[in-house]
């Protein structure tokens, strides 16, 4: 009697250490369940941070790309104009007569500063036309032939700052072979603007003889 009430207490016991193992092994398989399902409050704000910082940064990348961007083509469209408007006059003066009558230009003379005025230029062109070239109001303008009017040659999304023609042996008198000096200083119109200088010399092609 006494051996089947101790086999009875073992076997109440083994199923209750079976029973308690089967509840932890149910309550981690639950945990486990749990885990996987989602993401807790501070997961989701560590991630949300993360994808913050990394979109402020690509945005702040795109805008600085943006800006760079345009301010290259600003330098790129103010150097191209720049450059055909030196390219332009140089050429001409390059080309420039002799005014042996005195009807333009002082006689004898191949180039001259009018009023003394080193912003202005005026000589005969190889079409011998008289021929100026000026800044007004922040432009880089010309008048040739019979025309009453100043065109301008920069775009006038540009500010000329400074427009010099500097003369040299502008006369036959000197003995000196005519040359010109333009000193240019240009910029863009922005908040930041685009500054450019630039400063070149032309010989005249003709032979400066005396007649």
């Given at each position: 009697?006494?051996?089947?009430?101790?086999?009875?207490?073992?076997?109440?016991?083994?199923?209750?250490?079976?029973?308690?193992?089967?509840?932890?092994?149910?309550?981690?398989?639950?945990?486990?369940?749990?885990?996987?399902?989602?993401?807790?409050?501070i997961e989701l704000l560590i991630s949300m941070?993360?994808?913050?910082?990394?979109?402020?940064?690509?945005?702040?990348?795109?805008?600085?790309?943006?800006?760079?961007?345009?301010?290259?083509?600003?330098?790129?469209?103010?150097?191209?104009?720049?450059?055909?408007?030196?390219?332009?006059?140089?050429?001409?003066?390059?080309?420039?007569?002799?005014?042996?009558?005195?009807?333009?230009?002082?006689?004898?003379?191949?180039?001259?500063?009018?009023?003394?005025?080193?912003?202005?230029?005026?000589?005969?062109?190889?079409?011998?036309?008289?021929?100026?070239?000026?800044?007004?109001?922040?432009?880089?303008?010309?008048?040739?032939?019979?025309?009453?009017?100043?065109?301008?040659?920069?775009?006038?999304?540009?500010?000329?700052?400074?427009?010099?023609?500097?003369?040299?042996?502008?006369?036959?008198?000197?003995?000196?072979?005519?040359?010109?000096?333009?000193?240019?200083?240009?910029?863009?119109?922005?908040?930041?603007?685009?500054?450019?200088?630039?400063?070149?010399?032309?010989?005249?092609?003709?032979?400066?003889?005396?007649?």
């Amino acid at each position: 009697m006494r051996i089947y009430k101790s086999n009875a207490n073992l076997r109440i016991a083994n199923n209750g250490i079976r029973l308690g193992a089967f509840r932890i092994a149910e309550a981690r398989r639950a945990k486990a369940r749990f885990s996987h399902a989602g993401f807790t409050l501070i997961e989701l704000l560590i991630s949300m941070t993360i994808f913050s910082i990394v979109m402020i940064s690509a945005i702040g990348l795109f805008d600085a790309g943006i800006k760079n961007q345009r301010k290259a083509l600003a330098l790129q469209t103010l150097s191209d104009n720049t450059s055909y408007t030196i390219e332009y006059m140089s050429r001409t003066i390059r080309m420039a007569k002799k005014d042996l009558t005195g009807i333009y230009i002082m006689a004898g003379c191949n180039f001259e500063n009018p009023g003394g005025n080193l912003s202005k230029i005026r000589f005969l062109n190889y079409h011998k036309e008289l021929q100026e070239f000026i800044l007004e109001n922040g432009q880089i303008k010309e008048k040739k032939g019979s025309e009453t009017v100043f065109t301008p040659l920069t775009s006038d999304n540009f500010q000329v700052n400074k427009l010099f023609f500097k003369l040299f042996g502008k006369c036959q008198t000197d003995e000196l072979q005519p040359k010109v000096t333009i000193v240019i200083e240009i910029q863009t119109k922005e908040a930041k603007p685009q500054i450019l200088k630039l400063e070149t010399t032309i010989s005249q092609r003709d032979l400066d003889v005396k007649y």
